[in-house]
């Protein structure tokens, strides 16, 4: 079946290590975007591709960096872990861009900071 | 930009209970309406969506209506089950896209 996957489910990573965290896609979709939801709270928009243009959102720290290889893979990037960096990261594609669109949402990476 | 409210939970029901979640939006232009659903430890499934106005959307025994008049988009359940337990998220499309949420209400169902 056509998905979104994210690896790994859980990742533990020390305060200050630099993470990574990955997502592919089988949909053959333009747009990915990462989101960051911590406990309790709403997901929230890191940032999003749309084919190979990065579109940051505005108050995304700059501990947080994403690459795109190809159509099929997107990574994010911390660079230096914080505690309150510890949140689930939901991974998500659309066909295209519009107040329309569909996402499908990969199952999550829940992020543990020690 | 676009924004939604949702009611603030925890809400707890008696299986076979009736539901509802109430979420209003404020947007420009049309967009479409969804509601989310999150388990336990996992991540966010699709649960329903209205693309225009008076479009019902429903699945698994949940419905909403888009209402233009009033910018709602309420969940309801005509009876809830034990299995329903989990957190539901009404969303609304961005300009670019992507989702704009709301904070989540928490539903537990007991038996």
């Known amino acids: 079946d056509a998905m979104v996957i994210q690896n790994p489910r859980y990742q533990v990573t020390q305060f200050g290590k630099p993470v990574t965290l990955s997502c592919s896609q089988t949909?053959?979709?333009?747009?990915m975007y990462w989101y960051q939801q911590k406990s309790s709270q709403a997901p929230k928009l890191l940032f999003h591709y749309y084919d190979k243009d990065f579109n940051n959102e505005a108050d995304t720290p700059d501990n947080f960096q994403s690459r795109r290889p190809n159509t099929s893979f997107c990574f994010l990037d911390i660079r230096s872990p914080g505690l309150g960096d510890a949140a689930m990261y939901l991974c998500a594609t659309s066909r295209a861009q519009g107040i329309r669109e569909k996402l499908f949402f990969g199952s999550g990476t829940q992020l543990s900071v020690l | 930009g676009n924004s939604v409210t949702q009611m603030e939970g925890p809400v707890t029901l008696s299986e076979e209970a009736f539901l509802t979640i109430n979420c209003t939006y404020t947007a420009t232009g049309y967009p479409s309406l969804f509601w989310y659903v999150q388990y336990p430890g996992e991540g966010l499934q699709l649960l329903l969506k209205?693309?225009?106005?008076?479009d019902k959307g429903s699945n698994k025994g949940f419905e909403a209506t888009y209402r233009k008049e009033t910018t709602s988009f309420h969940l309801e359940k005509g009876s809830v089950q034990v299995s329903d337990s989990a957190v539901y998220f009404c969303?609304?499309?961005?300009?670019?896209?992507?989702?704009?949420f709301g904070k989540g209400t928490k539903l537990s169902v007991k038996p």
């Open positions: 209205a693309t225009k106005a008076d």
């Open positions: 969303a609304c499309g961005g300009s670019q896209g992507n989702l704009i």
């Open positions: 949909l053959n979709h333009n747009v």
